[in-house]
């Protein structure tokens, strides 16, 4: 059979090497990972690609784009994913304009998702500013912390064009949404509960941005001579995990940055509750101090290694400069998860799929990266948005929820 290997890195470690990062110096433990082929059958169609197959989670008039997978304790695994409707707006308008979350179960957790149900926002694309989250909701990022789940996400509302700066005083519905997303989180019991409508939101973000600083065209701006923060402007794309040396969540989250032009920069911020509050620090993550290039990212999912007693990342490389090569999925490696290594060979996959005959398919977007992880933090199976062609101008649909199976191999 023919087999596509990820190569999993930590820093300091030789080629298909995963080092542990206890202490100062590192200690083997060493692990190839591989990429199963996918169920999926991809045919060319006049208006794009058809996608069919178990591997595959789409909803019929729909863009279905990011997902976190969780297996309950009812022995199912549950999907919560960012959907907006298709057939109004272009996908780059839609997921601004009223992206919804709902909930799917399969009884596996590489592919076979069933649709439940919408549980958040709903409506859709109706304009609502009733709450702060009303009108888009996306980046859905799952965790058990205890008895209970907690949702981190990312949301916003229309704050109009008061307190705007531009050269018109005013900005597009789109800049503004966009402009005034922030992070929230919901905590259930059990996921029926979830659908259902039972669970604990906050009318209150659970973080937002210190600092807005843009030259023009902006929301509600800091004062002239501001430094930015790492989060500036937005605070999205969430994932948080539990630090065991000393018990603090660290939620990890991306800002915009314009120095001139627009990249994504991390930052992190810690509490003592999933719930918070949190506070963010100055400095950002996932950094590479020296680097010749100012790097853009985004989409981190962070986790701890039980047995390496150290973080991972992966994250979406806009340019390849993480991975010195095509954009694709890196990673990298942390101690404490907020100081960062970038390993010699940090590429973690490349934007194609793996097909049932071995054949690989080069897709042009593979992001919003969540996995499902074994006992002591291996990864089991990868969910990443992804479409084969430009989803961004398309209106009806061209999107979709993989699941890549990933077998972890020791080798010594």
Not at 381 to 402: E, Q, T
Request: aromatic share 12%; proline share 7%.
């Amino acid at each position: 059979m023919n087999k596509h290997w990820i190569k999993f890195y930590c820093a300091g470690a030789a080629l298909c090497m995963l080092t542990s990062c206890v202490g100062e110096k590192t200690t083997l433990g060493e692990y190839v990972f591989e990429a199963q082929p996918i169920d999926l059958k991809i045919d060319s169609v006049a208006d794009g690609y058809k996608v069919e197959g178990m591997s595959a989670f789409q909803l019929p008039g729909h863009f279905v784009w990011g997902a976190s997978v969780t297996e309950a304790e009812d022995g199912k695994y549950y999907m919560i994913y960012s959907a907006p409707e298709t057939g109004v707006y272009p996908f780059n308008k839609a997921w601004v304009f009223g992206s919804k979350m709902g909930l799917a179960v399969s009884d596996r957790p590489d592919g076979g998702f069933r649709q439940l149900g919408f549980f958040m926002n709903q409506d859709g694309f109706t304009e609502d500013k009733s709450a702060w989250d009303a009108q888009t909701t996306s980046n859905p990022h799952v965790r058990k912390f205890g008895d209970r789940y907690y949702l981190y996400y990312a949301a916003s509302v229309d704050p109009g064009n008061e307190h705007i700066r531009a050269k018109a005083d005013t900005l597009p519905r789109r800049d503004r949404i966009q402009q005034s997303q922030q992070i929230g989180v919901i905590s259930f019991k059990s996921f029926p509960d979830l659908l259902e409508g039972k669970f604990t939101h906050s009318d209150k973000p659970l973080l937002s941005p210190r600092t807005r600083v843009k030259s023009d065209n902006v929301v509600n701006p800091s004062p002239e001579g501001i430094e930015p923060k790492p989060d500036n402007l937005i605070v999205v794309n969430p994932s948080v995990v539990y630090r065991p040396t000393d018990g603090k969540y660290l939620l990890y989250f991306k800002g915009n940055i314009y120095d001139p032009h627009w990249r994504g920069v991390h930052g992190v911020a810690l509490s003592d509750s999933p719930t918070g509050p949190f506070t963010a620090l100055d400095e950002p993550v996932f950094h590479i101090e020296g680097a010749s290039e100012k790097l853009s990212a985004e989409d981190p999912f962070v986790w701890y290694h039980q047995n390496d007693q150290c973080f991972y990342a992966v994250f979406k490389d806009f340019n390849g400069q993480f991975t010195k090569g095509k954009p694709c999925l890196a990673i990298m490696s942390s101690q404490d998860g907020i100081h960062w290594n970038l390993p010699e060979h940090s590429m973690f996959m490349k934007k194609e799929l793996i097909l049932p005959n071995g054949a690989s398919v080069e897709v042009k977007r593979l992001e919003r990266p969540q996995l499902l992880l074994d006992e002591e933090g291996n990864p089991e199976v990868l969910y990443a948005a992804c479409a084969i062609d430009d989803v961004n101008p398309r209106i009806d649909g061209g999107s979709f929820n993989v699941q890549i199976k990933i077998r972890a191999k020791k080798i010594k």
